[in-house]
C-alpha cells in the first residue's frame, strides 16, 4: 500500500512539473489553444489530450491539437517510463483527472460517458 501511494505522489509531482515546463508553453501556443477553448472548438479529454469538440476546426487548429497531443505524449512516455512500476495509461488517466480538475469553467471536457460537456 506504502509503495502505490508514493508512486502516485511521484506521478502527481512529474505530471505538475510536465505542465509547467512543456505543456503549456510556447505562448503562441498557449494563446492560440486558449482561444479555441475559449471558442468552445477544442477540449480536454479524460485520457490527458486535447480534442476537437466541434468539426467545424479549421486546418490550423487541428494541426495545434494535433502538435500538443503529440508533445503530451513524449512527456507522459517520460514520465511512465521514470516511474517504476507505472504505465502510459496510468501517467495519462492522472493527466486527464489533473487537467480537467483545472479547466476554468465554460470551457468543454470530457465526461465519464466521452460526451463533451461545458464545464
Given at each position: ?19 509547467a515546463v512543456?505543456?503549456f508553453s ?94
Amino acid at each position: 500500500m506504502r509503495k502505490s501511494v508514493s508512486k502516485f505522489r511521484m506521478l502527481v509531482a512529474l505530471i505538475g512539473v510536465a505542465f509547467a515546463v512543456t505543456l503549456f508553453s510556447p505562448a503562441a501556443f498557449a494563446d492560440a489553444l486558449d482561444d479555441a477553448k475559449a471558442a468552445g472548438i477544442v477540449g480536454e479529454k479524460r485520457d490527458g489530450y486535447l480534442g476537437l469538440v466541434s468539426s467545424g476546426a479549421d486546418a490550423a487548429t487541428q494541426r495545434l491539437v494535433q502538435d500538443i497531443n503529440l508533445k503530451r505524449r513524449d512527456r507522459y512516455r517520460e514520465i511512465a517510463q521514470a516511474t517504476p512500476g507505472s504505465t502510459l495509461a496510468d501517467v495519462e488517466a492522472l493527466a486527464g483527472a489533473k487537467i480537467i480538475g483545472q479547466t476554468p469553467a465554460g470551457q468543454y471536457v470530457q465526461s465519464a460517458s466521452g460526451a463533451w460537456v461545458r464545464k
